[in-house]
C-alpha cells in the first residue's frame, strides 16, 4: 500500500524567511497531494491540493511542487509569518475509493 | 457553528465504561470519516462513510462501532476501551467519498481511557 514519509519533523525559523516541508511517497499511482495545516488545539484545514497533471501551484505565499519521477512533493511557504506556526500534514492518494493517506506531520515555528 | 461540529470536545472513560461520540455536519457532503490522531503518529483513517452506506473499514478493532443514521450525522460508539486507545478523534466530511478530496474536519474529540 502507499506509504508517505514526511520531513523534517521540526522545522524553525525567522519570521520573513522561507520554509520548504518535504513528502514522498511510494505508490507511483498516487495522484492527489493535499496539504493540511493545524493549529494547536484547532481542526486541521486544507490550504492547497495538487494533482498529478501539475508540476506546480501557488496561492499566494503557500506554493506545492510536484515530482512524479522521484515521488516527491513539497510545500514551500514565503516570508513566513508568526501565526504560520503549526504542524503540516502531507497526503498523498491514488485516486477514487481509496483513503488519502497522511504523513507524521511538520511542527513549524516561527519566531519574531 | 458552521461545517463540522463533534461533541465531546473531551472525554475520560474507564475501559468497563460505554461512550458515543457525535459528529454533525452542516455542509451539504455526502461522505463522512473517523479519523485517530495520536501523538507523532499519522493521522489514522478508521471509516468511511459515503450516502450513509460504510465503505471502508480500516481493520480497526470492534470495541469502536460506527453508526451514520443519515449523510448529515456520524456517531462512533466506543465499548470496553484500552489505555492506547487515548487519542484526539476528528470527524471529517467531504462532498464526494469516492475522491477523498477537500475533507472538511471537526474540532476533534479528545480521549482519555483509564
Known amino acids: 500500500g502507499e506509504n508517505v514519509e514526511q520531513h523534517p519533523s521540526t522545522l524553525s525559523v525567522q519570521e520573513g524567511d522561507s520554509a520548504v516541508i518535504k513528502c514522498t511517497y511510494s505508490?507511483?499511482?498516487?495522484?492527489?497531494f493535499p496539504w493540511y495545516k493545524q493549529e494547536l488545539g484547532k481542526r486541521p484545514q486544507l490550504i492547497i491540493d495538487?494533482?498529478?497533471?501539475?508540476g506546480e501551484k501557488k496561492d499566494q505565499r503557500i506554493a506545492v511542487t510536484l515530482n512524479k519521477t522521484a515521488k516527491h512533493f513539497s510545500l514551500h511557504i514565503t516570508e513566513t509569518q508568526p501565526e504560520d506556526s503549526a504542524v503540516y500534514f502531507c497526503?498523498?492518494?491514488?485516486?477514487?475509493?481509496?483513503?488519502?493517506?497522511f504523513g507524521k506531520g511538520t511542527t513549524l515555528s516561527v519566531s519574531s | 457553528e458552521t461545517g463540522v461540529t463533534q461533541t465531546p470536545r473531551h472525554l475520560v472513560m474507564g475501559m468497563t465504561n460505554k461512550k458515543s461520540l457525535k459528529c454533525e455536519q452542516h455542509?451539504?457532503?455526502?461522505?463522512m470519516y473517523w479519523y485517530k490522531q495520536s501523538a507523532k503518529k499519522p493521522l489514522e483513517l478508521m471509516f468511511v462513510?459515503?450516502?450513509?452506506?460504510?465503505?471502508e473499514n480500516n481493520s480497526v478493532p470492534s470495541r469502536f462501532s460506527p453508526e451514520c443514521p443519515n449523510s448529515s450525522h456520524l456517531f462512533l460508539h466506543l465499548h470496553t476501551l484500552q489505555p492506547e486507545d487515548s487519542a484526539l478523534y476528528l470527524c471529517?466530511?467531504?462532498?464526494?467519498?469516492?475522491?477523498?478530496?477537500?475533507?472538511?474536519f471537526g474540532s476533534g474529540t479528545q480521549l482519555s481511557v483509564l
Open positions: 471529517a466530511s467531504s462532498l464526494q467519498a469516492a475522491t477523498n478530496e477537500k475533507l472538511f
Open positions: 505508490d507511483s499511482a498516487s495522484n492527489y
Open positions: 495538487i494533482r498529478s497533471n501539475v
Open positions: 497526503a498523498a492518494s491514488i485516486g477514487a475509493g481509496t483513503a488519502l493517506i
Open positions: 455542509l451539504g457532503h455526502n461522505a
Open positions: 462513510y459515503n450516502f450513509k452506506e460504510q465503505t
